[in-house]
């Protein structure tokens, strides 16, 4: 089995090699590419769902997570950048349970490149710092990973409304992370693949800036080592309020989901009230 040092190689070779494919094909003259600079940016974000899942281990466990991530372009190229950047993050619940009562920090670079207007592609290596806040467990250690986030919309071309709201387009999310090693506790050799997506309608309330969004999601998670808590598989339908934001949104809304965990063989449904919100500066 290959060991943790030569899969963390691995994922450095492609970050490595990605980046030298992309310099190479550069074209030769002088304002294809941007000069070295530092130009700074970050996001916010956090969540908040109860109950945090649907299984029996989480019946009446409200969850809450907060994260801030600050970055520095480095390098430019079209739509491929190269950066640098520190993340942040706080997760707690209810019950409470020790690994979502944690504190994270990590530092690394990422390299993301826009195939096409839809899709973003990002390679990225992180060195973290983990806390459970509860507990003596202090951890940390490299984590390597491979990101997508896919977006397209569809705008509304023609009239149509429901109950005194006009559509204004239908919307395609997805996303997916393959990520090294699973955790960081000594020895994980784990490799976790988690994919999502949404499907949604979005209509605006009259006299009002929000808006009323229907929407059908999917959540579909994998890892190696075979743990009951990261092979699953959990449909939803719901609906949600969104309040639009300059480089963000804030968002409440209701889903009903089946969740299920084929390790254990475990079907469980039932609904869940969500909110969060997202601010990119």
């Known amino acids: 089995m290959p060991s943790k040092a030569n899969l ?3 994922f450095t070779a492609i970050l490595t090699l990605v980046l030298a494919m992309t ?13 070295p600079r530092l130009k700074f940016g970050g996001a916010t974000g956090g969540i908040m769902r109860a109950p945090n899942t649907n299984q029996d281990l989480d019946r009446g466990n409200a969850f809450a997570e907060a994260w801030l991530k ?3 372009e480095l390098w430019r190229q079209g739509d491929t950048v190269l950066k640098a950047f520190m993340l942040g993050n706080y997760v707690r619940d209810t019950k409470p349970y020790a690994y979502n009562n944690a504190t994270k920090a990590g530092i690394g670079l990422s390299l993301a490149m826009r195939p096409n207007d839809n899709l973003e592609l990002t390679f990225s290596a992180r060195y973290d710092w983990f806390i459970e806040n509860k507990t003596a467990v202090r951890r940390q250690g490299w984590r390597y990973a491979i990101d997508y986030y896919y977006y397209k919309r569809w705008e509304q071309t023609e009239p149509k409304e429901f109950a005194g ?7 395609l999310k997805s996303y997916g992370t393959l990520a090294y090693p699973g955790s960081l506790i000594p020895g994980d050799n784990n490799i976790v693949l988690t994919l999502g997506g949404e499907y949604s309608a979005e209509y605006q309330i009259p006299d009002s800036k929000l808006l009323f969004i229907p929407f059908v999601d999917t959540h579909f998670s994998w890892d190696k080592d075979g743990n009951n808590y990261n092979n699953k598989l959990i449909p939803a339908v719901g609906v949600k309020l969104r309040k639009p934001i300059k480089n963000g949104e804030i968002f409440f809304g209701v889903k009903y989901e089946v969740d299920y965990r084929w390790v254990d063989k475990t079907v469980r449904t ?12």
């Not at 074209?27 to 941007?34: F, G, L, N, Q, V």
């Not at 039932?270 to 500066?281: E, L, V």
Request: glycine share 14%; aromatic share 14%; charged share 15%.
């Open 8 to 10: 963390g190689g691995v």
């Open 270 to 281: 039932g609904p869940m009230i969500f909110a969060g919100w997202y601010k990119g500066f």
């Open 70 to 72: 600050l970055d520095v």
């Open 23 to 35: 310099a190479a094909n550069a074209p030769a003259h002088a304002d294809s590419y941007s000069k």
């Open 165 to 171: 709201m006009s559509k204004r387009a239908n919307v």
